[in-house]
């Protein structure tokens, strides 16, 4: 409606008040602020004031129509009385008045004692529902007091009624219900970070909404009640009922209490009794206390602004009437042409409409604005639905739809869009899109918005040196507005600079509601775990959404059926991402699969973007996750950012923040290996992928080493998807891969790959062959980490035999070998054998190395620890504490091999009865251990077990088992019963036990390890024995004489 303002030389515009039919009224200041905010249009000017006239009003636009604003002066005390003078001079004032809204805060009345529950919480919407003759609300201090009590005069009857078309409106919201908020909430998104004076309308957040419980003793209760489900920005909820109004600011739980029960009201306010006999007003009010002693006004801002959003959705539900249009505006005819009927699944994306609404009509407008995001996330939907919504709410638009898949459909809208808007030619030469141009950029045109959809191809778009693009073709007029969506980000921002909104999956709400929408079989839902993990399956994607629906809209097969197929489609068999469905919201022709939706995508890539194409191929190959720039094929540098920009413009790459590392859509992944599979070029894709990586990936000496980390999950991927395919190249990557995870302490996972390549040779050399040695030794040292003793004994004696055989003695490689064989019969209790190879390797060592060799002091700690375990404590020790001065001076206190042998050296000293020494190395030891390894790792284990015992020596017996308990059910976790390390532990924590008076569980445990150690070791062995004994003086703790006697008499004929 157009506003008349009378502007005179050095004075403001003139308003005239007969321009304006609704009263929006907001006693308090941030009401009113909250109000102004979600004008569409702020009117600038001043009405006209005479003597009397006390009130100052603001003016605008919303939704159509043009509103007055009414707030009570500043300072000014609110209550019945205020406000109904405050509605009076609205009245007098703008005598075209029709309708007005009392819009602000109240206290909520929750009760939760009732059935159904009224579960009111702070920032809630409470509405004014007429019932019958009532307005809906009680005037509970206005009355008489009887022999019955005090009545409210004729139980609010006496109000006038709120007007036919706000409760009309209120009722069509309602309908939605419990969806309702999807209707007010785009707009409390609108202004939620806008500013007021002591902060923004930003949500408190549930934590702080909390409710006490009146008790009859006079004290209070915090009420426990549970989160709501929905996340914070959408939990709001909107109850309709009767509302009280009174003067008195109520601020007790009893009373009001009393109020709710007595008159069934949801809400406490202040003014709606004194406005309602002047305009018959909708009231509406946002929570912000429960009327209570711990009133304040933390809630005031957020309470106001949803109140106020609500009602600037009612607006929308209220045709704007032109009853004083101004006689100087021209009619326009309004024309429409869209293609689609409205999405009756559309759910969610309020933020976007939001966003959308405020960049076009808010007030930095903005003529042009593109969606962008990958193809299939819902961006020709959300145009779709903005579509409607302007047709709604802003009914003096016409509104026109041009998609571009192709020259063809461009042209064919623009030619159903001149027969719209009845345009000639005038000659058969005329070219109908510049005619539609040149009709929308005329003033005669109008108000329009034009919405140019799938614009993904740059070409089509912009044009080339031979032939114009469709841009030359698209209106410009102060009175139109342009909204694109495209899959390019290129095209996005060439065409809207920065007005450019990314669209992104759903949230897990929207997905679900989506989902629900699609489905037909409802009850397919009640599987809360299965709908779940599908619908993170398909990222929340919609058109994948959708696609799964259909699916089992037209099989009625258990999601898990479906769930299966897509994880089928990563194993190649991408059939069920490419199975086609009929979706009435989608162009006729186009690819509505989710698998060849982006094939378009990729063709255009190709033809313009080779580079960028033969990065999307190396990634289909690998994790589509943490994706380092590093590991891609080699370019030119600038020829690979603009190839990586390529794939982040169509948004198959997401970059994470300012790193260069990127993430690319699962289903995009999938649907690539489909595409070059259609292709017959997956196997040679993947073939490059593999000797590229086999290059790439770092060796133990390269300066890169640590990038090792970043590329291991993608060359496992690229390895296990091509077991039927292998080449030299992937023997090669397994072996990188397999010594860079033994590096990295990952022995299961180092020894898959090393046994690939140790096969792989056995099967091509000879028992001689160096490189086959050398990855039989890689093997077996992983398997002695990984604690498989047996079969590192039985590689290691092979690799010993034929290095003997074919190497000088002092030979390095030799030596190695040597000492691991050594270390393995050590960890097999095997020690004279482990000390008799050791004592050689050490003596050639000391012969041929320097003292500080790090092979010379690996092979003396291991001879120490060999010499420990025969008993040798004194040479241990002696050996121990060289070899860890030496350590201390070349490495880092964190440094592996210095804590080992700082380890063996504390163990040495326990054995020694140092016990304290002991103690103060491994507290060192662990810690450090503790900060480095997982909780599981064999060595961080093995120096727990140390500290544990040396406590245990100490008498520190609660530490001791802390410790051990821990320790023992880690191990059980990772190691067969009968390990030797398990078992050990087991002991000492039985012993521990025992020294702690807990007898029973003691012996339970020491039982068991007896019985398994009669098993595997001979009775005669030293570890057995101490086992036994240790099982005989527990029984005679017990008082279990004979028991004891048994195995002690056993032991001692031994």
């Known amino acids: 409606m157009p506003i008349t303002q009378r502007n005179h030389a050095g004075q403001t515009g003139i308003l005239d008040p007969k321009d304006y039919k609704f009263a929006w009224i907001a006693p308090l200041e941030i009401e009113a602020r909250a109000a102004i905010h979600l004008l569409d249009e702020r009117h600038r000017g001043r009405f006209p004031v005479d003597r009397g006239d006390d009130y100052v009003f603001q003016a605008g636009a919303m939704g159509g129509h043009n509103i007055v604003i009414a707030t009570l002066p500043a300072g000014q005390e609110y209550g019945t009385g205020s406000a109904a003078a405050l509605a009076s001079q609205v009245k007098k004032f703008f005598p075209n008045l029709w309708f007005g809204l009392l819009v602000g805060v109240a206290a909520g009345l929750p009760d939760l004692s009732r059935v159904p529950t009224r579960d009111i919480r702070l920032g809630d919407v409470l509405v004014g529902l007429p019932d019958g003759e009532s307005a809906g609300l009680v005037p509970y201090n206005l009355g008489k007091e009887t022999e019955d009590g005090f009545q409210p005069l004729r139980l609010g009857h006496s109000l006038a009624m709120t007007e036919p078309i706000v409760r009309s409106a209120i009722g069509s919201i309602k309908l939605q219900a419990p969806n309702d908020t999807e209707i007010f909430l785009p707009y409390y998104e609108k202004i939620r970070d806008c500013e007021h004076e002591t902060g923004t309308f930003a949500d408190p957040g549930q934590d702080n909404d909390i409710l006490y419980l009146a008790c009859d003793n006079g004290q209070e209760e915090i009420v426990q009640r549970s989160r709501r489900p929905k996340p914070d920005y959408q939990r709001t909820r909107v109850w309709y009922g009767s509302i009280g109004s009174g003067d008195k600011l109520l601020k007790n739980a009893q009373k009001r209490n009393e109020l709710r029960d007595k008159y069934g009201i949801i809400g406490l306010e202040m003014e709606a009794a004194g406005t309602m006999n002047r305009i018959p007003v909708g009231v509406i009010r946002g929570v912000c206390d429960y009327g209570d002693r711990h009133k304040n006004k933390d809630w005031q801002p957020y309470a106001a602004a949803m109140a106020a959003s609500y009602a600037r959705a009612l607006l929308d539900e209220i045709p704007s009437s032109d009853r004083t249009v101004d006689l100087t505006e021209e009619v326009y005819e309004r024309c429409y042409y869209v293609p689609f009927t409205k999405n009756p699944r559309f759910t969610g994306r309020s933020t976007i409409l939001s966003a959308l609404e405020d960049k076009f009509f808010g007030p930095d407008q903005s003529q042009k604005m593109a969606l962008v995001g990958l193809g299939g996330v819902g961006k020709t939907q959300i145009a779709l639905r903005f579509a409607y919504q302007m047709k709604e709410k802003r009914p003096d638009y016409s509104i026109f739809w041009v998609p571009v898949l192709s020259d063809e459909t461009?042209?064919?809208?623009?030619?159903?869009?001149?027969?719209?808007?009845?345009?000639?030619?005038?000659?058969?030469?005329?070219?109908?899109?510049?005619?539609?141009?040149?009709?929308?950029?005329?003033?005669?045109?109008?108000?329009?918005?034009?919405?140019?959809?799938?614009?993904?191809?740059?070409?089509?778009?912009?044009?080339?040196?031979?032939?114009?693009?469709?841009?030359?073709?698209?209106?410009?007029?102060?009175?139109?507005?342009?909204?694109?969506?495209?899959?390019?980000?290129?095209?996005?921002?060439?065409?809207?600079?920065?007005?450019?909104?990314?669209?992104?999956?759903?949230?897990?709400?929207?997905?679900?509601?989506?989902?629900?929408?699609?489905?037909?079989?409802?009850?397919?839902?009640?599987?809360?775990?299965?709908?779940?993990?599908?619908?993170t399956y398909l990222s929340f994607l919609p058109l994948a959404i959708t696609q799964a629906a259909a699916y089992l809209n037209q099989t009625r097969a258990p999601i898990r059926i479906y769930s299966g197929l897509l994880r089928n489609a990563e194993d190649n068999d991408t059939r069920v991402l490419d199975r086609e469905f009929r979706d009435n919201t989608r162009y006729r022709g186009s690819q509505n699969a989710v698998g060849t939706t982006w094939i378009v995508s990729?063709?255009?890539?190709?033809?313009?973007?080779?580079?960028?194409?033969d990065l999307l191929s190396f990634i289909s190959?690998?994790?589509?996750?943490?994706?380092?720039?590093?590991?891609?094929?080699?370019?030119?540098?600038?020829?690979?950012?603009?190839?990586?920009?390529?794939?982040?413009?169509?948004?198959?790459?997401?970059?994470?923040?300012?790193?260069?590392?990127?993430?690319?859509?699962?289903?995009?992944?999938?649907?690539?290996?489909?595409?070059?599979?259609?292709?017959?070029?997956?196997?040679?894709?993947?073939?490059d992928a593999i000797c590229h990586l086999a290059a790439r990936f770092p060796t133990r000496n390269h300066?890169?080493?640590?990038?090792?980390?970043?590329?291991?999950?993608?060359?496992?991927?690229?390895?296990?998807?091509?077991?039927?395919?292998?080449?030299?190249?992937?023997?090669?990557?397994?072996?990188?891969v397999g010594v860079f995870l033994y590096m990295d302490r990952r022995f299961k996972e180092a020894i898959r790959c090393l046994e690939e390549v140790c096969w792989w040779r056995q099967g091509l050399h000879p028992a001689t062959d160096a490189t086959r040695l050398a990855s039989e030794f890689e093997l077996a040292i992983a398997y002695l980490d990984d604690r498989r003793i047996k079969d590192a004994i039985e590689i290691l004696e092979h690799v010993v035999a034929v290095r003997k055989e074919t190497l000088d003695e002092k030979d390095h490689y030799r030596l190695a070998s040597e000492h691991e064989l050594a270390t393995a019969y050590r960890n097999d209790r095997r020690n004279k054998d482990a000390i008799e190879i050791l004592e050689h390797v050490v003596a050639v060592r000391k012969e041929t190395l320097d003292e500080k060799d790090h092979y010379r002091l690996a092979s003396e700690h291991e001879l120490a620890s060999a010499?420990?375990?025969?008993?040798?404590?004194?040479?241990?020790?002696?050996?121990?504490?060289?070899?860890?001065?030496?350590?201390?001076?070349?490495?880092?206190?964190?440094?592996?091999?210095?804590?080992?042998?700082?380890?063996?050296?504390?163990?040495?000293?326990?054995?020694?009865?140092?016990?304290?020494?002991?103690?103060?190395?491994?507290?060192?030891?662990?810690?450090?251990?503790?900060?480095?390894?997982d909780e599981k790792d064999y060595y961080r284990l093995t120096s727990e077990q140390a500290l544990a015992t040396a406590y245990r020596n100490d008498q520190r017996i609660k530490d001791a088992i802390e410790i051990l308990e821990h320790v023992v059910a880690v191990w059980a976790e990772m190691l067969d019963e009968k390990d030797y390390y398990r078992l050990t532990s087991e002991q000492a924590l039985a012993t521990a036990y025992r020294n702690d008076q807990r007898i029973k569980d003691a012996i339970k445990i020491f039982e068991h390890v007896v019985e398994v150690r009669k098993e595997t070791l001979d009775e005669k062995d030293r570890d057995r024995l101490a086992s036994e004994q240790a099982l005989a003086t527990a029984y005679l703790d017990d008082r279990r004489i004979m028991d004891a006697i048994i195995y002690k008499s056993a032991t001692g004929l031994r």
């Not at 507005?481 to 980000?489: A, G």
């Not at 990729?602 to 194409?613: E, G, M, T, Y």
């Not at 540098?637 to 260069?660: H, K, P, Q």
């Open 410 to 535: 461009a042209e064919r809208a623009y030619v159903d869009i001149a027969k719209k808007l009845r345009l000639q030619k005038s000659s058969e030469d005329d070219d109908v899109k510049d005619l539609v141009c040149q009709h929308l950029s005329s003033d005669e045109a109008g108000k329009w918005l034009l919405i140019v959809d799938n614009a993904d191809d740059e070409e089509l778009i912009f044009g080339s040196a031979h032939k114009p693009g469709l841009e030359q073709y698209l209106p410009q007029s102060e009175y139109g507005i342009v909204l694109l969506t495209t899959r390019s980000r290129h095209v996005a921002v060439e065409f809207a600079q920065s007005d450019v909104i990314d669209i992104e999956q759903m949230d897990q709400e929207e997905a679900t509601t989506l989902f629900e929408k699609s489905l037909i079989q409802k009850q397919l839902l009640q599987d809360e775990t299965s709908v779940i993990e599908l619908l």
């Open 602 to 613: 990729f063709r255009q890539i190709q033809r313009s973007n080779q580079l960028a194409v």
């Open 621 to 687: 190959c690998i994790e589509p996750k943490a994706i380092p720039q590093s590991i891609l094929p080699d370019a030119e540098a600038d020829e690979l950012e603009w190839a990586i920009g390529t794939l982040c413009s169509y948004s198959f790459l997401v970059r994470r923040e300012e790193s260069n590392v990127f993430d690319m859509h699962s289903l995009v992944h999938t649907a690539t290996r489909g595409w070059l599979n259609k292709q017959d070029r997956e196997i040679q894709v993947s073939n």
């Open 703 to 736: 300066a890169h080493y640590d990038f090792g980390r970043q590329y291991v999950p993608h060359a496992m991927r690229l390895l296990n998807r091509t077991q039927g395919n292998k080449t030299v190249e992937s023997y090669q990557l397994f072996e990188k």
């Open 867 to 933: 010499y420990r375990k025969d008993r040798r404590i004194k040479d241990a020790i002696e050996i121990l504490e060289h070899v860890v001065a030496v350590w201390a001076e070349m490495l880092d206190e964190k440094d592996y091999y210095r804590l080992t042998s700082e380890q063996a050296l504390a163990t040495a000293y326990r054995n020694d009865q140092r016990i304290k020494d002991a103690i103060e190395i491994l507290e060192h030891v662990v810690a450090v251990w503790a900060e480095m390894l």
